[in-house]
């Protein structure tokens, strides 16, 4: 990659992902086809751009770092079984044929979305039946059955990170209650446990182009900020309503690829 056109698309990619995944998720479909359209093979680009974005969930985690004020143990725990996750993903997409996992991603995404759709409908429904067992509050961390939907959620995430995000959301917003802007918080720390343990396993196992990563390293990490400050100022709805409809635009992408 030479060309000033392109590096500068990646540039400019890598600040719109940053942006993106700290408010919703989903950026990796803003910097991944922009990497394709430069020439980079599908596998190197995917592995450049999980080394690339890094810097902007660590930048997105920060940002949010008031959020995440009092959740400690937890994220901890959940951090163990994305770290595992991410590493597995990794190797799967090192090992295993490109259309061998992606054939179910657009299943996961759409499944994801119509779970963070209905969360609100869902998350009055699970009350109603903690009132009628007398478990009026629910599990503060989720459970172990939490903690296995997280660390799979961290597989895809480590082989194929689009969406990644959105189904982090959707299954802590169905196991717990507490605020979107909470679980946004977690969701970039996660994001950055997988992508980190990814980018580590990707610099002695393949091959990625330098240059892309250095400029989506750059973009993302001003992104990450700017996502963070955009996305604790809007509303529960709005941000759910959000998460749905990049959601949708990432769903049709990866459908008709």
């Given at each position: 990659m030479e060309a000033p056109g392109e590096m500068l698309a990646v540039l400019a990619a890598g600040l719109?992902?940053?942006?993106?995944?700290?408010?919703?998720?989903?950026?990796?479909?803003?910097?991944?086809?922009?990497?394709?359209?430069?020439?980079?093979?599908?596998?190197?680009?995917?592995?450049?751009?999980?080394?690339?974005?890094?810097?902007?969930?660590?930048s997105a985690a920060i940002g949010y770092r008031r959020e995440l004020a009092g959740q400690r143990r937890r994220?901890?725990?959940?951090?163990?079984?994305?770290?595992?996750?991410?590493?597995?993903?990794?190797?799967?997409?090192?090992?295993?044929?490109?259309?061998?996992?992606?054939?179910?991603?657009?299943?996961?995404?759409?499944?994801?979305?119509?779970?963070?759709?209905l969360q609100p409908l869902i998350g009055r429904g699970l009350q109603a039946r903690r009132t009628r067992t007398g478990k009026t509050v629910a599990q503060t961390d989720g459970?172990?059955?939490?903690?296995?939907?997280?660390?799979?959620?961290?597989?895809?995430?480590?082989?194929?990170?689009?969406?990644?995000?959105?189904?982090?959301?959707?299954?802590?917003g169905l196991r717990l209650d507490d605020g979107l802007q909470r679980l946004n918080a977690v969701k970039n720390v996660l994001v950055a446990v997988?992508?980190?343990?990814?980018?580590?396993?990707?610099?002695v196992a393949a091959d990625f182009d330098w240059t892309a990563v250095a400029?989506?390293?750059?973009?993302?990490?001003?992104?990450?900020?700017?996502?963070?400050a955009a996305g604790r100022r809007l509303r529960p709805a709005v941000l759910r309503s959000l998460i749905v409809v990049v959601g949708t635009v990432a769903l049709v992408h990866l459908s008709v690829r």
């Amino acid at each position: 990659m030479e060309a000033p056109g392109e590096m500068l698309a990646v540039l400019a990619a890598g600040l719109g992902a940053g942006t993106v995944n700290a408010a919703v998720g989903t950026g990796t479909l803003i910097s991944f086809p922009v990497l394709l359209a430069t020439g980079l093979p599908p596998v190197t680009a995917t592995v450049s751009n999980a080394l690339g974005l890094v810097p902007g969930s660590i930048s997105a985690a920060i940002g949010y770092r008031r959020e995440l004020a009092g959740q400690r143990r937890r994220v901890l725990k959940w951090s163990a079984g994305a770290l595992c996750g991410g590493l597995t993903g990794a190797t799967l997409l090192l090992a295993l044929p490109s259309s061998a996992f992606e054939a179910v991603v657009p299943v996961l995404v759409g499944l994801a979305l119509v779970l963070v759709a209905l969360q609100p409908l869902i998350g009055r429904g699970l009350q109603a039946r903690r009132t009628r067992t007398g478990k009026t509050v629910a599990q503060t961390d989720g459970g172990p059955p939490l903690l296995i939907g997280l660390t799979l959620a961290s597989v895809y995430g480590g082989y194929f990170s689009a969406a990644q995000g959105t189904v982090y959301v959707c299954l802590m917003g169905l196991r717990l209650d507490d605020g979107l802007q909470r679980l946004n918080a977690v969701k970039n720390v996660l994001v950055a446990v997988v992508n980190g343990v990814a980018a580590l396993f990707f610099l002695v196992a393949a091959d990625f182009d330098w240059t892309a990563v250095a400029l989506l390293a750059v973009g993302s990490a001003v992104g990450g900020q700017l996502g963070a400050a955009a996305g604790r100022r809007l509303r529960p709805a709005v941000l759910r309503s959000l998460i749905v409809v990049v959601g949708t635009v990432a769903l049709v992408h990866l459908s008709v690829r």
